[in-house]
């Protein structure tokens, strides 16, 4: 089945420092990559869509000049916090979908972010 | 928008019967999906809806009722693996984007 990788599985950083989180697609190509957050406990939030070869679409309220993707190929988008504080502590989550609209979400393993 | 609703947590033991409810308001309609997440790993596909009725898959059954907004996910013969958090999920047709709305979640604790 198809398989979406995500790394590193932790990273711990210091506020003011950037992470970069990679998410692939192992098996297959994605036009189209979603980055989720999770904050312990509570559901899955949309973060952002990224497009292969152009601008990601940012959800409401998610500021795009602090969480940069890239979606440099088929095979490849990476999700980098700027500027990290407390606050962007937590479980980052990519996913892409094989096939069609209707077909499901395939979720890499995710990204546990900590932001001393 | 779109807005989810489940319970926050279920309670039950090995070989039962539990249903999880999802009640949903949005936009548009294309059809409900449930993911399963065991804690601090990704979720997993477990079923899609997308008319009204039952599909079952093994022990795990969903149904959607379009006209109530309405649909549940359908454990049977639990097994403590089964404890997990458990996301109904919208597409949201909105642009071109397909993409996934999950609901608020149900952590599901099976107990021996």
């Known amino acids: 089945g198809a398989v979406v990788s995500q790394h590193p599985s932790r990273v711990i950083c210091k506020s003011g420092t950037s992470v970069k989180i990679e998410c692939r697609s192992l098996?297959?190509?994605?036009?189209?990559m979603f980055w989720y957050r999770q904050f312990p406990k509570q559901s899955l939030m949309l973060m952002a869509t990224?497009?292969?070869?152009?601008?990601?679409?940012?959800e409401q309220g998610v500021e795009k000049d602090k969480f940069l993707i890239n979606h440099a190929s088929l095979t490849l988008s990476t999700l980098t916090v700027t500027s990290a504080h407390p606050e962007d502590s937590s479980f980052y989550i990519c996913?892409?979908?094989?096939?069609?609209?209707?077909?499901?979400?395939?979720f890499g393993n995710g990204t546990r972010l900590t932001v001393t | 928008g779109q807005s989810l609703e489940q319970p926050s947590e279920v309670t039950a033991v090995e070989g039962a019967i539990v249903q999880i409810n999802c009640t949903y308001q949005?936009?548009?309609?294309?059809?409900l999906s449930w993911y399963q997440q065991h804690d601090g790993g990704a979720p997993t596909f477990l079923s899609y809806?997308?008319?009204?009725g039952l599909e079952e898959t093994g022990r795990f059954s969903s149904f959607l009722s379009r006209s109530d907004s309405y649909g549940y996910l359908l454990l049977q013969e639990l097994q403590m693996k089964d404890s997990a958090s458990y996301f109904c999920?919208?597409?949201?047709?909105?642009?071109?984007?397909?993409?996934?709305?999950f609901g608020t979640g149900t952590l599901l604790a099976v107990q021996p």
């Open positions: 996913s892409a979908r094989v096939g069609t609209a209707n077909s499901p979400l395939h």
């Open positions: 098996d297959f190509q994605a036009t189209t």
């Open positions: 990224s497009n292969e070869g152009s601008k990601a679409t940012y």
């Open positions: 949005t936009s548009g309609f294309y059809g």
């Open positions: 809806n997308a008319l009204d």
């Open positions: 999920a919208v597409r949201d047709r909105g642009g071109a984007t397909n993409k996934l709305i």
